[in-house]
């Protein structure tokens, strides 16, 4: 189900795809967890919009191949999660759109099926992201450096190393994946190399690495423990950690060996903040 997304539609309300944009936008955000970001307003709510499209994965709905959503995200730097166009999906599901703003029937019908597809989708997207038992919904703490949104997640059972990866942890498990701080850095994920299912790995020991144009970066893992799930969706589909490296993201999975012992040398998410931002700043990664 698309849920907890950000959703910008086009603003083109002069043409019927951009009506039916509007449409389905409204109809996805009969999901309370679902927030609408105005075209119109953007540029006069910047700081409100930016915080909704930091704190949710952003789905754009253009009307036509003009694509005026898509560019409104690009130009304030937005990382889009899913995107369609009206105009083409309409023509992929033989349906001819009329040339008045007035939504009939026909169009009704595209709605309810881009709909469900979407909904179809992000359900296709969970189930597949690997054989794992938890499953885990984050809240965010966003900061932004220059054109860059930084998320980092504030549950209390979520710990870190200085490393830049993150662990949640349930009772004798944890699931493992790096920050975003680190995808940005890397940019575009091109490579994903996994541990294997039954290793044994010890605090601060390598559990895997991701590999941009710019970097190999090893990943480092917060506890020690023996690796009981992969994310095999990873594996085709590495761009998931740029995308979301926390819900979608996430690497691997461990049954802890120590995982009070381990905690001992983790930090929470205060200071892991506090890190991150002096690294952004040092850094100046604008």
């Given at each position: 189900m698309i849920e907890n997304y950000a959703i910008l539609p086009c603003n083109g309300l002069d043409k019927c795809a951009g009506a039916i944009s509007r449409e389905l936008a409204i109809k996805l955000c009969e999901n309370d967890k679902n927030e609408i970001i105005c075209p119109v307003h953007f540029r006069v709510a910047e700081k409100k919009y930016n915080k909704i499209a930091g704190d949710h994965p952003l789905l754009v709905i253009d009307g036509c191949q003009t694509r005026c959503a898509s560019k409104l995200a690009a130009e304030k730097n937005l990382r889009i999660i899913k995107k369609i166009i009206i105009a083409e999906e309409a023509k992929g599901h033989g349906i001819e759109l009329n040339d008045n703003l007035r939504i009939t029937d026909q169009e009704r019908v595209?709605?309810?099926t881009l709909f469900n597809e979407l909904n179809r989708e992000e359900d296709n997207i969970l189930s597949s992201s690997g054989e794992s038992a938890l499953?885990?919904?984050?809240?965010?703490?966003?900061f932004q450096n220059g054109k860059f949104i930084f998320r980092i997640p504030k549950n209390g059972e979520v710990l870190y190393n200085e490393n830049d990866c993150w662990?949640?942890?349930?009772?004798?498990?944890?699931?493992?994946?790096?920050?975003?701080?680190?995808?940005?850095?890397?940019?575009?994920?091109?490579?994903?190399?996994?541990?294997?299912?039954?290793?044994?790995?010890?605090?601060?020991?390598?559990?895997?690495?991701?590999?941009?144009?710019?970097?190999?970066?090893?990943?480092?893992?917060?506890?020690?423990?023996?690796?009981?799930?992969?994310?095999?969706?990873?594996?085709?589909?590495?761009?998931?950690?740029?995308?979301?490296?926390?819900?979608?993201?996430?690497?691997?999975?461990?049954?802890?060996?120590?995982?009070?012992?381990?905690?001992?040398l983790l930090i929470g998410f205060e200071k892991y903040l506090e890190i991150t931002k002096k690294k952004v700043e040092d850094a100046n990664v604008r």
């Open positions: 595209l709605i309810d499953s885990c919904e984050f809240d965010y703490e966003t662990a949640w942890v349930n009772e004798n498990r944890a699931r493992i994946g790096v920050t975003d701080y680190v995808q940005q850095n890397l940019s575009d994920i091109l490579y994903f190399y996994p541990p294997e299912i039954g290793d044994e790995i010890d605090q601060f020991g390598e559990l895997g690495s991701i590999e941009s144009s710019k970097a190999v970066f090893e990943m480092v893992s917060p506890f020690s423990g023996k690796v009981i799930s992969v994310n095999e969706k990873l594996e085709k589909n590495p761009e998931l950690i740029n995308e979301n490296p926390y819900e979608l993201g996430w690497v691997a999975e461990l049954e802890l060996t120590d995982p009070e012992g381990d905690k001992e």
